[in-house]
């Protein structure tokens, strides 16, 4: 009964019964594709995902140490004192509030910056030839503050409104801000851009005897 009713639902299709058994090595084929289509299609994009995500997290990463090195820096200069005696920054440069070092001749501008803090230590912050932004106090040996795994292309310190190396002075009823620009990139990526982080700092309190 069975094979006489295939044999009539075959005749009626007009499709040969063999054909109607299973699929195809043709449909096999396509649907292979369909499905390897499919499938690298959701790989790459979880691939994109986790390289986007990476990105982000270099990226923030390096904004935090960024921002720490920002604020550590800027507390101190905030707060700095007139070096009235020249015992930090050396004879000549009594009255001064900061003073700028390590200057590169290539860009103009100078890479460190030293001045006496309100605990009565002289603080310097500098970038080394390596490209290492450092801290220093009084003599003691001079500290990372940046993780490892960020270079600074350059560090430039510039000062307005107060006596500096540079030979400008503003006076006493002009309030002296140190300017620090940033350049930064991540060591760990070829492909990384350099971010570029800048900040003003004003002095706090009058600059005034």
């Not at 550590?72 to 900061?98: R, V």
Request: with cysteine.
């Amino acid at each position: 009964m069975k094979s006489w009713f295939k044999k009539l639902k075959c005749s009626m299709t007009h499709i040969p019964c063999s054909m109607q058994e299973g699929f195809t090595l043709i449909e096999l084929i396509v649907v292979l594709a369909v499905l390897t289509f499919v499938l690298g299609a959701t790989v790459n994009i979880f691939i994109s995902m986790l390289q986007g995500q990476r990105t982000a997290l270099r990226d923030q990463d390096l904004f935090d140490q960024a921002n720490y090195a920002l604020e550590s820096m800027s507390q101190l200069i905030m707060n700095a004192q007139k070096d009235n005696t020249g015992s930090c920054l050396g004879a000549g440069y009594e009255g001064y509030n900061y003073l700028l070092q390590n200057y590169d001749a290539s860009s103009g501008f100078y890479q460190g910056i030293k001045f006496l803090s309100k605990d009565g230590i002289c603080e310097q912050f500098f970038l080394d030839q390596d490209g290492v932004l450092k801290h220093q106090e009084d003599s003691s040996s001079a500290q990372n503050i940046l993780s490892d795994s960020f270079e600074v292309k350059y560090a430039r310190f510039v000062i307005n409104g107060d006596k500096s190396i540079l030979g400008s002075y503003g006076g006493d009823s002009v309030q002296p801000r140190v300017t620090i620009s940033l350049d930064i990139r991540d060591k760990s990526s070829d492909t990384a851009q350099d971010k570029i982080i800048e900040t003003t700092i004003s002095k706090r309190g009058l600059n005034i005897q």
